[in-house]
């Protein structure tokens, strides 16, 4: 913590930012290093929104404030009029001397098409969130940190690794894959089946395939996952009115 001080008092002497890091700051940042990008908006409804704060003014100066501190910084989406928000490796150097859990070592930086991914999976961990149904602690492992867990067994997926595991408040782990692209019938067939052959292993890695998905992608996954138990299917909007309704999958 005295390195992040110092770290902050060298910049306020040189005239770049007046302020101290709040333990908010902090778990915004690590939230926006594990999604990749994330809006103003979504931080201030992930972080920052509570019951004393309604307001998202407070939320932004707090943003400016972690940008003059260079620790996050604007970026651009094509057909989107919000900014987003990525981290920096002054904010990967700082989550790791506060030892924040599941934090990543190597920054991940969403590509300007992937954005739009990273966006709709954000919005999912943010409607778990505020759903409550989660397990205390580390209950959202994104794809970067599960790659650098070393008790992970990831040389089982390869190309398969979800998006996000999410553990629900029944302690159930949720593979989590959002699909917002066709990729072919084959191809998903493929990958169902895969996923299957996991799951009926004694050491699995997940007890349940959330599959989340859009407009032809849906239809594809509909057809593969006909009969299948321990993979499930929704629409973006299905899903996130399930956790508002508190649907009992979600458990």
Aim: aromatic share 8%.
């Amino acid at each position: 913590m005295e390195v992040v001080r110092k770290e902050i008092g060298q910049k306020k002497r040189q005239g770049q930012v007046k302020g101290v890091l709040t333990d908010r700051d902090k778990i915004a940042l690590s939230w926006v290093i594990s999604q990749g990008v994330m809006s103003a908006d979504q931080i201030f409804r992930a972080v920052y929104e509570s019951g004393q704060v309604k307001s998202s003014r407070y939320a932004y100066k707090r943003i400016q404030f972690l940008e003059k501190s260079g620790y996050l910084e604007s970026i651009r989406a094509p057909h989107k009029r919000e900014r987003f928000l990525k981290g920096t490796r002054s904010t990967i150097k700082l989550l790791s001397v506060l030892n924040v859990p599941d934090t990543t070592r190597v920054l991940h930086i969403p590509t300007l098409s992937e954005i739009p991914h990273a966006e709709v999976l954000t919005e999912i961990r943010i409607a778990i969130l505020k759903s409550g149904r989660y397990q205390d602690g580390s209950w959202w492992r994104s794809e970067g940190s599960l790659l650098e867990d070393p008790t992970f067994p990831k040389e089982r997926f390869r190309d398969l690794l979800p998006d996000a595991l999410w553990i629900t408040k029944s302690g159930k782990r949720v593979a989590i894959e959002f699909e917002r692209a066709r990729k072919g019938i084959t191809r998903i067939r493929k990958k169902v089946e895969l996923l299957d052959q996991e799951l009926k292993r004694e050491d699995r890695a997940f007890d349940l395939i959330l599959w989340v998905a859009v407009d032809g992608s849906y239809r594809d996954l509909k057809a593969a996952l006909s009969n299948r138990e321990t993979q499930i299917l929704r629409s973006v909007s299905e899903f996130l009115n399930e956790l508002k309704s508190g649907g009992e999958q979600n458990g």
